[in-house]
């Protein structure tokens, strides 16, 4: 049986919820995420469900403007981000991805899952 985990920003406006807990989270280095400090769990986009009104959510678009980074409007959590496939480098907008900060997951154990780390710093 697959257990969906909801997942919620500081002051609660921002809620959401994946079908499956992450097997790893990524640590990525790239300016915005260091200073966000998110840990990020990839999914498919119908693994991925938004409880609240869209309204509560803002976007911020930077760089390539092809990763839609999302944050609470009231709070200012940074909460998902919608973006095309990087795994080959390039854009790959037939395969999205959502990618979600796993630091948001509510009753979940994040110290027992394994980090990965993205050198984006580097990398663009």
């Known amino acids: 049986m697959v257990m969906s985990i909801e997942a919620s ?5 921002t809620v959401f919820e994946v079908t499956e807990a992450p097997s790893s989270v990524t640590r990525c280095t790239c300016s915005l995420c260091a ?19 869209p309204e509560n959510v ?9 990763v839609k980074h999302h944050f ?4 200012g959590c940074g909460t998902y981000s919608e973006s095309p496939d990087w795994s080959t480098g390039k ?3 037939d395969n999205p991805k959502v990618a979600v900060n796993a630091r948001l997951f509510d009753d979940f ?16």
């Open 91 to 93: 854009p790959d907008f």
């Open 58 to 66: 803002t976007t911020y678009l930077w760089g390539s403007r092809t």
């Open 72 to 75: 609470c409007a009231s709070c």
């Open 35 to 53: 200073k966000r400090g998110s840990l990020w769990a990839y999914y498919k986009p119908a693994q991925f469900r938004l409880l609240s009104p």
């Open 9 to 13: 920003c500081h002051c609660g406006e």
């Open 109 to 124: 154990d994040l110290d027992a899952v394994p980090v990965n780390m993205i050198d984006g710093k580097n990398l663009w």
